[in-house]
């Protein structure tokens, strides 16, 4: 079985401060995990994707994300936050032949 | 290109109806994928397409009706839907059906079903 959590359905943050968006899995195998964007009336974009490459993953946009074994964790992070970031974001896991998306997180950027 | 495109954009249907959804890609990928999405809920998967044949059914009450003529497309035909069906549908795709593989996603159909 596989699983993802976000933790937070919204996080808002001020222009210019840093994102962090949470993601725990969980899998009996080890998983790919992705994290996705979607902007209001559209389909999701990719913004990156572990696969055990490297635990430190960028990605496009200034985000990236770092997994953590010990932690179960894939938390998405961004220095500095932009007006254009505000969106929905879901983490995924595919640890099998099916992607599982988490809950989602609405991140919204104030002036 | 690297788009999957999907028409139309916005439908609206009577529970009477009988209506289809259309996707294209142009990107030589060989699985498709249907998913379907209520407002503020993550995507939930219909179906998958691996090589033009249906690979995985999640469930899908046979109001839904998947096909995919070739490899560029794939459509879902839709008839006697209920109100509760009213949601967005994304297509997807991706090269194969790897773990590791991402999706690339339509832009969606808007379903209100009335």
């Known amino acids: 079985a596989q699983s993802v959590t976000q933790l937070g359905s919204h996080v808002s943050v001020s222009e210019g401060a840093l994102v962090l968006l949470r993601c725990n899995y969980s899998?009996?195998?080890?998983?790919?995990l992705f994290w996705y964007v979607q902007y209001p009336n559209q389909g999701l974009q990719l913004l990156l994707k572990?696969?055990?490459?490297?635990?430190l993953v960028k990605g496009i946009n200034g985000f990236e994300a770092e997994f953590k074994k010990s932690e179960t964790s894939f938390h998405l992070t961004k220095p500095s936050a932009h007006m254009s970031d505000a969106a929905e974001y879901f983490c995924?896991?595919?640890?099998?032949?099916?992607?599982?998306f988490g809950g989602g997180t609405r991140l919204m950027v104030k002036p | 290109d690297t788009e999957v495109t999907q028409t139309p954009k916005h439908l609206v249907m009577g529970m009477t109806n009988k209506k289809s959804l259309k996707c294209e890609q142009h990107?030589?990928?060989?699985?498709m994928y249907w998913y379907k999405q209520k407002a503020k809920k993550p995507p939930e998967l219909m179906f998958v397409y691996s090589y033009e044949k249906l690979s995985i059914n999640e469930s899908v009450p046979s109001r839904f009706s998947p096909e995919c003529p070739n490899s560029s497309l794939l459509n879902l035909h839709l008839h006697a839907l209920q109100p509760e069906d009213s949601a967005l549908y994304l297509c997807?795709?991706?090269?194969?059906?790897?773990?590791?593989?991402?999706?690339?996603f339509g832009s969606g159909t808007q379903l209100s079903v009335l």
């Open positions: 572990y696969t055990s490459a490297a635990t």
């Open positions: 997807a795709s991706s090269p194969d059906r790897k773990v590791n593989e991402k999706l690339f």
């Open positions: 899998s009996s195998v080890p998983p790919y």
């Open positions: 995924a896991i595919n640890a099998g032949n099916m992607l599982t």
């Open positions: 990107m030589g990928h060989r699985a």
